[in-house]
C-alpha cells in the first residue's frame, strides 16, 4: 500500500513539472528568445485599477521582454502587455484596488490604451530582480523609472 502511494506521489510530481514545462514553453515561444530578459512562473496577478469590482487572483507566468512586461495566465487566459514606453512608475506595495494583498507586491502604473494612468499589481517571485531588470532595459537618458513604497496606514 506504501508503495503505490508513494508511487501515485512521485508520479503526480513529475505529472504537475511536466505540465509547468509546458505552459511555459508554450508561451515563450511567442518571443524571440533573444527579446526575453527575465521570466517568472508562480506570479499572481490582482488586476487592474480601471477594472470592476474587487482584486483578482490570477496566476500566471511574467516575462520582461526588451520591449515591456507580459503577463500570461495560467487558467483565465488572462493577458496583459505594458510596454516599456507606456511605465512611468514602480511602488512596492501591500494592497490594490483599496484593498489589502496576501504578500508585498509590485504595482506598475503605466498609461493604457485610452490614454489614461492605470495601474496593474504583481505579486512576484524576487521583486529585487524584477524591479533592477525593469530599470535596465526601460530606462534611457530621457525617462527614469521612479521607484517608492505605498502601504496601507
Known amino acids: 500500500m506504501y508503495y503505490f502511494l508513494a508511487s501515485a506521489f512521485i508520479f503526480a510530481v513529475f505529472f504537475f513539472m511536466w505540465f509547468l514545462q509546458r505552459d511555459m514553453k508554450k508561451v515563450r ?3 524571440n528568445e533573444k527579446d526575453i530578459v527575465i521570466a517568472s512562473y508562480g506570479v499572481r496577478f490582482y488586476g487592474l485599477a480601471s477594472e470592476p469590482g474587487g482584486l483578482l487572483n490570477s496566476g500566471g507566468q511574467m516575462i520582461l521582454l526588451k520591449s515591456g512586461l507580459y503577463y500570461k495566465g495560467r487558467f483565465d487566459k ?3 502587455f505594458i510596454s516599456k514606453g507606456d511605465l512611468l512608475s514602480i ?3 501591500d494592497f490594490h484596488k483599496g484593498e489589502p494583498t496576501i504578500g508585498k507586491c509590485l504595482a506598475f502604473y503605466f498609461t493604457n490604451k485610452d490614454g489614461k494612468i492605470d495601474r496593474a ?3 512576484l517571485p524576487y521583486p529585487k530582480q524584477w524591479v533592477d531588470a525593469i530599470k535596465f532595459y526601460s530606462e534611457s537618458e530621457n525617462k527614469k523609472i521612479p521607484i517608492r513604497e505605498e502601504y496601507i496606514e
Open 29 to 31: 515561444k511567442k518571443f
Open 91 to 93: 511602488a512596492v506595495t
Open 121 to 123: 499589481a504583481f505579486e
Open 78 to 80: 488572462r493577458e496583459l
